[in-house]
């Protein structure tokens, strides 16, 4: 199994920047899996922000593309979403995802991943 653990979140000013920690671990976790990130706003479904594949290609949503970057480090298990210029609309909480064959079906999908970490907050103030 994968235990994924997020961190990172926060509440900001519009404009402002946030940097989301993703701990992945677990007797069958390695560098093969696709990392992704999700947000669920307050009475909303879950939204695909981004993705990267084992080989590091990113993938976006529109609605953050240009702000947002993610990044993985395979030597600490770890993946990150680096978000820059917040919005309020931004506001949600952010879940990490993970998949080993993720890339090989539509990302933005929730049900392409098998695990899920607990969520963290980000609130961006107007």
């Known amino acids: 199994q994968v235990q994924l653990v997020e961190s990172g979140g926060g509440l900001v000013q519009a404009g402002g920047s946030l940097r989301l920690s993703c701990a992945a671990s677990?007797?069958?976790?390695?560098?093969?899996?696709?990392m992704g990130w999700f947000r669920q706003a307050p009475g909303k479904d879950s939204e695909f922000v981004a993705a990267?594949?084992?080989?590091?290609?990113?993938y976006y949503a529109d609605s953050v593309k240009g702000r947002f970057t993610i990044a993985r480090d395979n030597a600490k298990n770890m993946a990150y979403l680096q978000m820059n210029r917040l919005k309020p609309e931004d506001t949600a909480v952010y879940y990490c995802?993970?998949?080993?064959?993720?890339?090989?079906?539509?990302?933005?999908?929730?049900?392409?991943?098998?695990?899920w970490g607990q969520g963290t907050q980000v609130t961006v103030s107007s």
């Open positions: 995802a993970a998949d080993r064959s993720a890339f090989q079906r539509p990302v933005v999908a929730t049900t392409t991943w098998s695990f």
């Open positions: 677990g007797r069958t976790f390695s560098s093969s899996y696709a």
């Open positions: 990267i594949s084992s080989g590091g290609t990113e």
